[in-house]
């Protein structure tokens, strides 16, 4: 697998979170010679948000993940690569308690303080008695640097590791943040899961956290599509370890406490930094895509509009062939089922405005819009000239490469 | 072009139909050496039906076509390749009014009787001018024969002319239905037109031929996808020259007259094989594959489920690797959005059972199933075990070469 033109030109790991703890290892559920296991440790007292597939069909962990959240508290965080359990049935269930028992038991902490991510082929029961043994030493070498090792464990097609970090300011102290991503997400073929966990060590409880977490996410991970194709096991985790209290940071127990401000805006630039990288490492991508729409009569219609031009095969393939074909664009808007008038759109590359009021812009120089289609990130606007809502998608090209790595047999 | 190896072994003229004459010439809109402009001529009293794209964007022939269709009345068809005349604006309007203008003219008809379509490139200005003295021309050559080569003339990307035909009996007489298709419809890239056009000598009056062009085309044109893209051109006009009344067909006024049982028997299996035909022309395809989604709390469910898996990229590329690729079935069906519950889905390729209760068949051959992939035409049919709502749709599968000839420059 070759390294994604689009990869960060370097690639390190991010400053410890205090209170957490990580380790990797060898289960051989499907890879030969690499990690496909990693565990991140929380201390007493860690607090926990998250957010899911909106599939209905969501795999055994997402299931697990979703029972435990109630209760908000996490000690545990177990990922594995090369199975995603999903689709596994009864058979499925009964490996993600096996597996949770197993850690529990090595970590000396209860069961339903563990969260569970699986990502690999659907379909395929989970063999709990891979990890036996494993969790003992995991436990044994968990130390607070190693986010970019785990990262690593938890890859698939992802053709190089993602990570993120941020420190705000929270009262008077310093907290961090830091995360991780993995898999390209909804185009993960047989993958299928992208999964992302988020660690900070400020103070916040559950209830702010799944706030601040369900709005990041929305100009995040909910504004990228590689293929539009929703995974089984979409799963994102936010843990917080509160060990900032320490250096005088306020525990924040409401969602709407102003002291958050500055955490909210170093955690919404963590996660769409950690969501780009996913879309960056889209199966043979080769270019980075923002479409805005605006000028719609909400929010949500310019979300369904970008989301359709984001999505469409037609769009994608012109975008890899570096084509400026704006007539695809057109007819992206007009199959969206929302409202449109024709006679009012206008469509720029870049900062080219190629069509106006329902036609072709007479002045658009083809030069430019070419010199615009070549660089490897492509802005694409859109004005519907209708209302004031306005919306920004982030998706990557279609390519030879992608029809490759997903044709390819899953054996 | 290399023609689709999906394509009929066999493809000749249809019978023709009375009070119907065809002409097809070269306008050199686009192409050259080749017909790009077909007329064809209605003898007086024909009725004509209509269905048109759900586009928010519509091309001016589709707009023109919306407003002639309220009178149920047609004397002319005139189309026209290499051009869609979509998103042109005013200009756009102009040159559709003056097409009709020359077309009626030379015919010594009406222009509001004259329908026409157009496809090709969105976004460039159609010149009426090159349709100058053109029509004078093909009213003097047009003759009864003639539905293929018009079908050639409406080509774009097509790798081959789509034509279908039946005969019914009305009444006591036996009445003929032909009809023509191009473009791979919504997959069609530039062109971004899927046309269709169906001739009848049957007296029947517009009312209830738009009854059953509307019922028809739920499962053929309605029932297929190549990419989920659809076109701002899509159109489908059904002409009765009434022409069968001089063998005594009983003319028909009423959408629900018992007499049009086998007329509309005979309609639907022409609708279906031209559908079918336009599928099996896809950009690249390679397989032809249907979906039947049973077991949906609703018919509607089931189509939107149907859909969804049919229009997966990650599925379409499983198939073009000949992969029985299931877990992205279950991807495909979880992110419909529709009633499922994965503990009861069941899925198969051809007969062979592949899941099961939410979960693999423990006892499926894979040996069996590759053989099934390795067919040009598959059937996957899911259970999703709820309610009673079915509903099949026809697709292709998604290969490089779909990438290559999209990502191709327009020029």
Redesign the interface.
């Known amino acids: 697998m070759t390294l994604s033109p689009l990869a960060p030109k370097n690639i390190s790991d991010t400053p410890s979170i205090e209170g957490v703890r990580f380790a990797t290892g060898m289960a051989g559920i499907k890879y030969r010679d690499r990690t496909d296991v990693m565990l991140a440790l929380f201390d007493k007292g860690t607090k926990v948000a998250g957010v899911f ?6 795999s055994a962990p997402v299931d697990w993940c979703r029972t435990q959240l109630k209760r908000g508290k996490a000690r545990a965080l177990v990922v594995n690569s090369g199975n ?1 359990n ?7 269930t009964d490996a993600v308690r096996r597996v949770a028992a197993q850690a529990a038991q090595a970590a000396g902490i209860s069961a339903p303080e563990i969260f569970l991510a699986s990502t690999g ?5 989970l063999d709990a008695a891979k990890f036996s043994g494993l969790f003992e030493k995991l436990v044994a070498q968990a130390a607070p640097n190693g986010l970019l090792a785990a990262a690593k464990a938890i890859m698939t097609t992802d053709t190089y590791p993602k990570v993120a970090s941020a420190k705000a300011r929270l009262g008077e102290a310093e907290i961090s943040i830091a995360g991780m991503a993995k898999g390209a997400g909804m ?1 993960a ?2 993958m ?1 899961t992208m999964l992302a966990f988020v660690f900070t060590d400020a103070p916040i409880e559950a209830l702010p956290l799944q706030h601040m977490l369900k709005r990041g996410v929305e100009s995040s991970f909910n504004a990228i599509t590689v ?6 096991s979409d799963t994102l985790l936010l843990f917080a370890t509160g060990a900032a209290t320490a250096h005088g940071a306020p525990k924040i127990t409401a969602p709407g406490d102003r002291r958050l401000k500055a955490f909210r805006t170093a955690l919404d630039e963590v996660l769409r930094d950690l969501a780009f990288q996913v879309v960056k490492d889209g199966e043979g991508a080769r270019k980075f895509v923002s479409i805005t729409v605006e000028g719609a009569t909400s929010k949500i219609s310019a979300k369904k509009i970008a989301r359709s031009i984001a ?4 769009v994608k ?2 975008i ?4 400026a ?4 664009i ?14 009012r ?1 206008a469509i720029w590359f870049g900062d080219i405005r190629v ?1 106006h ?4 812009d007479p002045s658009y120089d083809e030069e430019k819009v070419a010199a615009v289609m070549r660089e490897p990130e492509i802005t694409i606007r859109v004005d519907l000239g209708l209302g004031k809502g306005a919306a920004t998608v982030f998706t990557c090209d ?3 490469e ?3 790595i ?5 054996s």
């Open positions: 597939t909106r599939s209905k069909c969501p995603a999903a689709f596994t049935g009864r058979t499925g082929v659907i379909g395929e029961p185009i073929p047989d299928a293929d539009g194709d929703t995974s089984t999505n469409s095969p037609l393939t012109a890899a062939g570096e084509d074909n704006w007539g695809r057109v007819m992206a808007v007009g199959k969206a089922g929302e409202p449109a008038d024709r006679d759109l069509a009021k329902g036609a072709r279609l390519t030879k992608y029809v490759a997903n044709g390819d047999y899953r």
